[in-house]
């Protein structure tokens, strides 16, 4: 399927520190959108407001970045599905952590946003090599489950059940239902409910 994700290759973005909740990520004054259009913008809103253009999401090295490397329970806090399409309208494609709260870890797999776990000496290796080169590349490889940057490589983890997801492209549901239209559509032929408001 075209849906498939086995690897994300682009620039990395480290954010540092424990227990990110998502009113960190998108504050709850942005959840009043109808769409999900323009949450990039708004991402670490307040977080980059305090930090006064310091916050890596606003520090010209990491424009266009699309791998975030954070540390323990990111996204935890409420489950506000708006945290990872935030993340994701800003361009990020993949994620690498300590850990993930299970709610956000959920909502990024609907979204076709690999989160993969790497020890937290590793995690921060990680950090402080994309640190010292912005412009390095960063490869997630979920098929030989390592991160390379560079000279580092480091081994990383993920639950068989979503890297079958990733792998396969079933995490995308839309694209399976348009990927078997012509099935559904004689399916539904045959079913005589379908067809009552035709003769009614």
């Keep these: 399927m075209s849906s498939e994700v086995k690897a994300v290759v682009g620039r990395g973005v480290s954010l540092v520190g424990n227990d990110i909740d998502t009113d960190r990520i998108i504050p709850a004054r942005f959840l009043r959108c109808v769409t999900f259009d323009g949450l990039g913008a ?3 809103a307040d977080d980059r407001i305090q930090t006064q253009g310091q916050h890596p999401f606003d520090q010209p090295q990491y424009q266009g970045a699309k791998i975030l490397v954070v540390n323990g329970n990111f996204g935890c806090g409420s489950s506000r599905e708006h945290a990872p399409q935030a993340l994701a309208k800003w361009g990020i494609e993949a994620i690498v952590g300590e850990s993930f709260a299970e709610i956000f870890f959920g909502n ?3 979204l076709g946003v690999p989160c993969v776990m790497a ?3 590793d995690a921060k290796r990680l950090q402080e090599a994309i640190a010292a080169n912005p412009q390095a590349e960063v490869k997630v490889d979920l098929e030989s489950m390592q991160v390379q940057c ?3 490589t480091i081994p990383v983890t993920m639950g068989a059940g979503p890297r079958q997801m990733f792998t396969s492209g079933t995490w995308d549901a839309c694209g399976q239902l348009v990927a078997q239209a012509d099935q559904i559509r004689a399916t539904a032929a045959k079913l005589p409910y379908v067809s ?3 003769t009614a």
């Design 150 to 152: 560079g000279d580092l």
């Design 108 to 110: 990024c797999v609907a």
């Design 42 to 44: 708004q991402v670490f």
């Design 119 to 121: 020890t937290p000496e």
């Design 196 to 198: 009552w408001s035709k």
